[in-house]
Nanobody, 126 residues
Framework: QVRLVESGGGLVQAGGSLRLSCAASGRTFGTYAMGWFRQAPGKERECVAAINWNAGSTYYADSVEGRFTIVKDNAKNTVSLQMYSLSREDTAVYYC???????????????????WGQGTQVTVSS
C-alpha cells in the first residue's frame, strides 16, 4: 500500500512556473513507477509525465516536453513535477499516481496505476 499526498498547486500567471511535490508513504516506494496526470474540466485524465522505478527512464507528453521535469527521489519517498513556461492550457487538477512493482518500464495509461493522490489544482491566468 502506498499513500500519496500532493502539494504545490496554486494560481500562477502565464509564463510562470510551479513545482508540484508528491509525498509517498510506505517502505517500498523505491520499487514503484510513478506518474503525474492532469484533468481539465470536461476532458479525460491524461499523463503528462512518468518515470520508472529507479528513475532511469522518463516520459513526457508532447504538450509539456521541454517545459516539465519529473524527478523521483527514492531516499526521500517523493516525486516532483517542475513546471516552467505555464500557459492557460496547463490549467487542471494534477494527480500523482503509483504503479506497484512490475518491471522496469514507465507507464502512461490511467488503468496501469493502482494508487492516486487527492489532486492539486493548478490555475494559470493570462
Amino acid at each position: 500500500q502506498v499513500r500519496l499526498v500532493e502539494s504545490g498547486g496554486g494560481l500562477v500567471q502565464a509564463g510562470g512556473s510551479l513545482r508540484l511535490s508528491c509525498a509517498a508513504s510506505g517502505r517500498t516506494f523505491g520499487t514503484y513507477a510513478m506518474g503525474w496526470f492532469r484533468q481539465a474540466p470536461g476532458k479525460e485524465r491524461e499523463c503528462v509525465a512518468a518515470i520508472n522505478w529507479n528513475a532511469g527512464s522518463t516520459y513526457y507528453a508532447d504538450s509539456v516536453e521541454g517545459r516539465f521535469t519529473i524527478v523521483k527521489d527514492n531516499a526521500k519517498n517523493t516525486v516532483s513535477l517542475q513546471m516552467y513556461s505555464l500557459s492557460r492550457e496547463d490549467t487542471a487538477v494534477y494527480y500523482c499516481a503509483a504503479v506497484p512493482p512490475r518491471d522496469s518500464r514507465y507507464y502512461t495509461e490511467v488503468d496501469d496505476y493502482a494508487y492516486w493522490g487527492q489532486g492539486t489544482q493548478v490555475t494559470v491566468s493570462s
